[in-house]
């Protein structure tokens, strides 16, 4: 069992930054695939970023150069560094995890708001 905390939220200016933090607790994450995704008001859930257990990450086109995904091993935490943010950027994120030979993210976090103002 793995549980996740999400940090980092808040409200910045459209050209702003800000980094998300998900704790990690009950189980390493060492050997887990981890990623965020994000849901807007009246919109589907979407993926945003992944990085596998050996650290290649993968991103949606929209946040491509400027978003980075992250893990701290030792720390047992994941990050989102979220540069030139956009109002469409504004949406609820959320951090998950997965045994990586599993198709679905099975471990999810409460989320954190992010909020961008033009």
């Known amino acids: 069992q793995v549980q996740l905390v999400e940090s980092g939220g808040g409200t910045v200016q459209a050209g702003g930054s800000l980094r998300l933090s998900c704790a990690a607790s009950?189980?390493?994450?060492?050997?887990?695939?981890v990623g965020w995704f994000r849901q807007a008001p009246g919109k589907q859930r979407e993926g945003v970023a992944f990085?596998?257990?050996?650290?290649?990450?993968s991103y949606v086109d929209s946040v491509q150069g400027r978003f980075t995904i992250s893990r701290d091993n030792a720390k047992n935490t994941l990050y989102l560094q979220m540069n030139s943010l956009k109002p469409e950027d504004t949406a609820m994120y959320y951090c998950a995890a997965k045994k990586c030979w599993i198709g679905e993210y099975n471990y999810w976090g409460q989320g954190t708001q992010v909020t961008v103002s033009s």
């Open positions: 990085i596998g257990s050996f650290g290649s990450p």
């Open positions: 009950g189980s390493s994450l060492i050997s887990y695939c």
